[in-house]
Structures are given as structure tokens and as C-alpha cells.
T-cell receptor
Framework: NAGVTQTPKFQVLKTGQSMTLQCAQD?????MSWYRQDPGMGLRLIHY???????DQGEVPNGYNVSRSTTEDFPLRLLSAAPSQTSVYFC???????????FGEGSRLTVL | GEDVEQSLFLSVREGDSSVINCTYT??????LYWYKQEPGAGLQLLTY?????DMKQDQRLTVLLNKKDKHLSLRIADTQTGDSAIYFC????????FGKGTRLHILP
């Protein structure tokens, strides 16, 4: 099992550019989520999904879109990147019955 | 909204016990969690406790839950250098909210 796979691991963008962070899991987890981690801020929840076709906002959803067309994939889209979105992004997944989150290795995004 | 608070730093001598504290606001959570993050890595679940329990022990780890005060603690017995990491408290069912993390530093 690969677990939770995030791509790319590193990305540099210019202000205003768009991109998609990919997240895939092979554990048949219903629940998936995206967090951003900034120094001194811990992890902040961006969006989450409890199953295919269902998404909801977390603590800091502005500037980010998500979709969940399959159980395996949960991409995070930045439509117009801003320097404030410079961060490390983590995708996580779990079964609905037991919320033991399995995390990906993270994607480091820099917006210039 | 939901909030989870924890102190940012803790220094402990090797062999002593470490106690990391956390307070939370959402009393409706079924689960409360402790995660560990080592440098350059994602988070890993250390342990969790159901909200209807007061205590859970798992080898060197003891979790205490005081629902009245909305206070959660993690005790690590016989702290080792390998325990040096950032420890996150988290709560929630669908919307899982993390604290800012406590960096545990081990003194020789």
C-alpha cells in the first residue's frame, strides 16, 4: 500500500497563477481532508470530505477549491495564488468509523 | 468556533516524565487525539481517547481527559531522546481541529 500520496512535493508559483495539489489514497478511506501548516500556527483545516461527491469547508477555506469525484482522490485547487498561501500542505484520510488520520508527506508551496 | 489550545514548548530531562496539556472548546467531539510530528514528516497518530473515558493507558503513554474542564493531557513516561518531536492535540469528528503543537525538547 502506498498510503496517502501527495504531488508535487515542492512548487514555486507567481502571484495570480493557478495550480492543483493532488492527493490520492489507496486505503478505501471515506474521509479525506486538507490542512496547511505554518510556523507557530499549527495545522489549520482547509476543506474536508466524508465521501465521494461531498465536501465541506474547514477553518480557512478562502482561496481554495476542492472536489471529490472518486473515493481515492481529493485535489486542492488554488485559482489565483497569493503570497499568503505560501505554506506546507498536508492531505489526510481515514475511515469514517474511526478517525485515525493518515497523513501524506506534505507539499511545500511558495508563492512569489 | 472550535478551538484547541496548548503550550508551545516543553523541556524535559531524559528519563523523566513529560506532561503535555491541552484545552479545547467543542464538547460534542466523540474523539480526542494526540498526534506526533517528527522533523520534515507528516503527523502520525499516537493515541486517542473516547469522550466518555477519563483515562487511557498505552505502554509509556497515559491520556487523561477532564470533560468538565475540557482539558486533555498526554503523559510520556521515561522520556527518551526519540520522543523529541512536536505533539499536537486534536478534537472533532468531521471537522478535526488541531492545536498549534507543543515542541518537546529532551535534555541530556
Amino acid at each position: 500500500n502506498a498510503g496517502v500520496t501527495q504531488t508535487p512535493k515542492f512548487q514555486v508559483l507567481k502571484t495570480g497563477q493557478s495550480m492543483t495539489l493532488q492527493c490520492a489514497q489507496d486505503m478505501n478511506h471515506e474521509y479525506m481532508s486538507w490542512y496547511r501548516q505554518d510556523p507557530g500556527m499549527g495545522l489549520r483545516l482547509i476543506h474536508y470530505s466524508v465521501g465521494a461527491g461531498i465536501t465541506d469547508q474547514g477553518e480557512v477555506p478562502n482561496g481554495y477549491n476542492v472536489s471529490r469525484s472518486t473515493t481515492e482522490d481529493f485535489p486542492l485547487r488554488l485559482l489565483s495564488a497569493a503570497p499568503s498561501q505560501t505554506s506546507v500542505y498536508f492531505c489526510a484520510s481515514s475511515f469514517l468509523q474511526r478517525r485515525e488520520l493518515f497523513f501524506g508527506e506534505g507539499s511545500r508551496l511558495t508563492v512569489l | 468556533g472550535e478551538d484547541v489550545e496548548q503550550s508551545l514548548f516543553l523541556s524535559v530531562r531524559e528519563g523523566d516524565s513529560s506532561v503535555i496539556n491541552c484545552t479545547y472548546t467543542d464538547s460534542s467531539s466523540t474523539y480526542l487525539y494526540w498526534y506526533k510530528q517528527e522533523p520534515g514528516a507528516g503527523l502520525q497518530l499516537l493515541t486517542y481517547i473516547f469522550s466518555n473515558m477519563d483515562m487511557k493507558q498505552d505502554q509509556r503513554l497515559t491520556v487523561l481527559l477532564n470533560k468538565k474542564d475540557k482539558h486533555l493531557s498526554l503523559r510520556i513516561a521515561d522520556t527518551q531522546t526519540g520522543d523529541s518531536a512536536i505533539y499536537f492535540c486534536a478534537e472533532g469528528d468531521d471537522k478535526i481541529i488541531f492545536g498549534k503543537g507543543t515542541r518537546l525538547h529532551i535534555l541530556p
